[in-house]
């Protein structure tokens, strides 16, 4: 199976809720994910577009 890249650069994401706790002193690394995930990902590139995907970090 080929596989193509998944660029994810979020511009779309909502940075707001990991500045205000970054600024607060606040952010966890799992606070960090569970917001990146939810608020910089899936505003990328979608929730539910019923493909799976493999993410490689470089």
């Known amino acids: 199976m080929d596989a ?3 660029r994810i650069d979020g ?3 909502h940075w707001d809720a990991i500045e205000e ?3 607060a002193g606040e ?3 799992d606070e960090f994910e569970d917001h990146f995930i939810d608020d910089v ?3 990328d590139i979608g929730e539910g577009t019923g493909a799976s ?3 490689e970090v470089r």
């Open 4 to 6: 193509a890249p998944l």
């Open 11 to 13: 511009s779309r994401g």
């Open 21 to 23: 706790l970054w600024l």
């Open 27 to 29: 952010l966890t690394d």
């Open 41 to 43: 990902i899936v505003e």
């Open 53 to 55: 995907y493999s993410v």
